[in-house]
């Protein structure tokens, strides 16, 4: 999984930083993450099969692919924003998510943040909470 680390971090509650400064390898496998994450395989599995069917449809798209009716979706924080403002963009922080999630879930969504990985770990939570056409673009380098 391309996000392995911010799967670990965000949805086993296991932060990797904090589980190689205890000198603890990754788990590498569904018995590894379920005595770290001290859930059952069953458990486990489950878990990573809901993730699988989060991306059934590629999450990040390439910018040729974006249509033009896509609402922007900015997760940067405060600091991140004022610096480099997004004209039209919509602040996930700044709005009432409840709101705007019954509007958002046959609407193109593309989200952007500091990094990739910032912006794949919200369109996930989107998707999650059924916005299916939530996006992030593509690293350039990545091609």
């Given at each position: 999984?391309?996000?392995?680390?911010?799967?670990?971090?965000?949805?086993?509650?296991?932060?990797?930083?904090?589980?190689?400064?205890?000198?603890?390898?990754?788990?590498?496998?569904?018995?590894?993450?379920?005595?770290?994450?001290?859930?059952?395989?069953?458990?486990?599995?489950?878990?990573?099969?809901?993730?699988?069917?989060l991306q059934?449809?590629?999450?990040?798209?390439?910018?040729?692919?974006?249509?033009?009716?896509?609402?922007?979706?900015?997760?940067?924080?405060?600091?991140?924003?004022?610096?480099?403002?997004?004209?039209?963009?919509?602040?996930?922080?700044?709005?009432?998510?409840?709101?705007?999630?019954?509007?958002?879930?046959?609407?193109?969504?593309?989200?952007?943040?500091?990094?990739?990985?910032?912006?794949?770990?919200?369109?996930?939570?989107?998707?999650?909470?059924?916005?299916?056409?939530?996006?992030?673009?593509?690293?350039?380098?990545?091609?």
């Amino acid at each position: 999984m391309k996000y392995w680390e911010v799967v670990l971090r965000e949805v086993f509650l296991l932060p990797p930083t904090l589980l190689r400064q205890s000198g603890k390898d990754l788990p590498s496998s569904i018995g590894d993450l379920a005595v770290a994450a001290d859930l059952d395989p069953q458990e486990v599995t489950r878990i990573l099969a809901r993730l699988d069917a989060l991306q059934e449809v590629p999450v990040e798209v390439a910018p040729g692919d974006v249509p033009g009716d896509a609402i922007l979706v900015d997760v940067r924080h405060a600091d991140e924003r004022a610096l480099a403002p997004v004209p039209g963009a919509v602040c996930l922080q700044e709005i009432d998510l409840s709101d705007h999630l019954p509007a958002w879930r046959n609407a193109t969504l593309l989200v952007f943040g500091r990094d990739s990985s910032q912006a794949w770990s919200a369109a996930m939570y989107l998707r999650d909470h059924g916005c299916v056409r939530a996006f992030t673009l593509r690293d350039q380098a990545q091609g």
